[in-house]
C-alpha cells in the first residue's frame, strides 16, 4: 500500500469515527451537530455544501460534486443522519465513543445503519477528485432526518419541495443490505406494509346463552384464515430460504368486550402485514374475500392506499447497466430483491427516481438497530473502494 492511499485510509476512518461520536439519537434528534461535521467534512474535500431547511428542525444536507455537464440528469447518494435508541448497558463499549478493538472492528450506534454510508461516498469522492477525475453528470449527496422514524419530515417531504426538485435526480442509491460472497445485494423495491383493521360485529346479549351470529364467531373465522395464510408463507420462506417474495402477517392487536358475561357486538382485530409489491393487488383481493365469506358486519378499514412502485432494473435503464458493469469488472455477481423493511427509497420511487438498495459492506454480520453495532475498517475501507468504481460509473452513465 502506498503512503498516499494510506492517507487516505487514515483520513476516511478518523472521519468515521467522528461522525459516530455524533448522538444523533432518536428521540428529539438535534441534527445540528452533524450538518456543521458535514459541512467541515465537504469543505475539505472541495465540495459545495448546502443544507434544506424545509422542515423544522428536520435538515436535509446536499453536497455537490459538480459534472462537467449541468444539462444531464443527477446521480444522488443517499443516507440518513439519525440512530435508533441504544440500550447503554448492554453494550461492551460505549454507544458513541467510536472505539476501535484488536480485531479493527469499530463500534458505534450507526457503525452499519448507516453513518458508514455517507462517509464511504464522500472519502470514495475525496479518492476520485484526487485522481483528477471530473463526473460527467452532477453527484449529490444526501444526509436526510428523520428516517428511523419513518421518514415523514425527512426524505417524504423533502421530494415534494422546489428545492429538492431542482436536483433534477435521475439515479439514487441508498441504503440496503449486506453482501454476502462474491455477491452484492441489490435491492429494487421494498415491501408494502399495510395495517389492517378488521371489526367483527355481530349479536350482543348473556354471556350465558348460545346466541347466533356473534362477533366471536366471525372472529374465529377470520383468525383460522390469516393464521392458515401465515402457515402456507412460513412453509414457502422455509422451501425458498429467502423472504422478499413472502408476505409477512401478524396479529398484533386485539379490542374488545366489557366484561365477562356480556357478549359484546364488536371485536376489532389488527394485523400487520409487509407484501412484496407484485403480490398486494392479489393479497387485498384475497383478504376482503374473507371478510365476506366471515358473514355480515365484517369489514376491513380502508387503508391508506401507499403504493411503493420498484425500479425497473432492465437493460434499458442506463445507471442500471453501468452499475451492474462495474460489479462484473470487480468480480462481483448481484443479486436482486425486495427488502423487507422500509427506507427513505420508497419515497425516492415514489417521485419517480429510479433507486437501488445497495450496501457495499461484504461479508459482515448483521448488526444494524442491535446491542454492540460495529463496522470492521477494513469492510469499511474495502467499502469505499467499491464505491470508486461504481460512482464513477453511474457518474459517466
Ligand atoms: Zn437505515
Not at 124 to 137: E, S
Request: proline share 4%; with cysteine; net charge negative.
Amino acid at each position: 500500500m502506498n503512503n498516499t492511499l494510506k492517507e487516505l485510509d487514515t483520513i476516511a476512518v478518523e472521519n468515521f469515527r467522528q461522525y459516530l461520536r455524533i448522538p444523533s439519537v432518536h428521540p428529539n434528534v438535534n441534527y445540528e451537530p452533524c450538518v456543521e461535521f458535514l459541512e467541515k467534512l465537504s469543505k475539505s474535500i472541495g465540495l459545495q455544501f448546502t443544507v434544506f431547511r424545509d422542515v423544522p428542525d428536520n435538515p436535509t444536507v446536499v453536497v455537490t460534486w459538480m459534472g462537467k455537464d449541468k444539462t444531464l440528469s443527477t446521480i444522488m447518494l443517499n443516507s440518513h443522519m439519525d440512530v435508533v435508541p441504544v440500550f447503554e448497558d448492554k453494550w461492551t463499549h460505549k454507544p458513541f465513543d467510536a472505539d476501535i478493538d484488536e480485531n479493527g472492528n469499530i463500534y458505534g450506534r450507526g457503525a452499519q445503519d448507516c453513518k458508514c454510508l455517507g462517509i464511504q461516498y464522500l472519502e470514495a469522492i475525496r479518492r476520485l477528485i484526487k485522481n483528477d477525475f471530473q463526473p460527467r453528470r452532477t453527484v449529490h449527496v444526501t444526509f436526510m432526518p428523520d428516517e428511523e422514524v419513518g421518514g415523514g419530515n425527512g426524505a417524504g417531504m423533502c421530494v415534494t419541495t422546489d428545492n429538492f426538485k431542482r436536483l433534477n435526480v435521475g439515479f439514487a442509491l441508498d441504503e440496503g443490505g449486506e453482501g454476502v460472497g462474491n455477491t452484492l445485494v441489490v435491492y429494487y423495491g421494498e415491501k408494502k406494509r399495510e395495517t389492517i383493521t378488521v371489526h367483527c360485529t355481530g349479536q350482543s346479549g348473556h354471556g350465558s346463552s348460545l346466541l347466533e351470529n356473534t362477533a366471536g364467531e366471525k372472529l374465529r373465522f377470520i383468525l383460522g384464515k390469516f393464521y392458515d395464510y401465515r402457515a402456507e408463507q412460513k412453509k414457502k420462506e422455509n422451501e425458498e430460504q429467502r423472504t422478499d417474495n413472502i408476505t409477512t402477517l401478524n396479529l398484533t392487536m386485539v379490542k374488545g368486550g366489557v366484561q365477562h358475561n356480556v357478549i359484546p357486538d364488536e371485536f376489532v382485530l389488527g394485523f400487520d402485514a409487509r407484501i412484496p409489491p407484485k403480490n398486494v393487488q392479489e393479497f387485498e383481493t384475497t383478504i376482503n374475500g374473507w371478510c365476506k365469506d366471515a358473514g355480515e358486519g365484517v369489514w376491513i378499514d380502508p387503508s391508506e392506499n401507499e403504493a411503493h412502485g420498484s425500479t425497473s432494473l432492465t437493460d434499458s435503464n442506463i445507471f442500471w447497466v453501468a452499475f451492474k458493469k462495474a460489479a462484473r469488472e470487480m468480480g462481483f455477481q448481484t443479486d436482486l430483491r425486495i427488502l423487507h423493511a422500509n427506507t427513505d427509497g420508497r419515497y425516492f420511487r415514489k417521485a419517480l427516481i429510479p433507486t437501488i438498495g445497495f450496501s457495499p459492506n461484504l461479508n459482515t454480520p448483521v448488526k444494524a438497530h442491535q446491542n454492540d453495532e460495529f463496522l470492521n475498517i477494513n469492510v469499511f475501507l474495502e467499502g469505499i473502494r467499491i464505491y470508486v468504481r461504481i460512482i464513477t460509473a453511474l457518474a459517466d452513465a
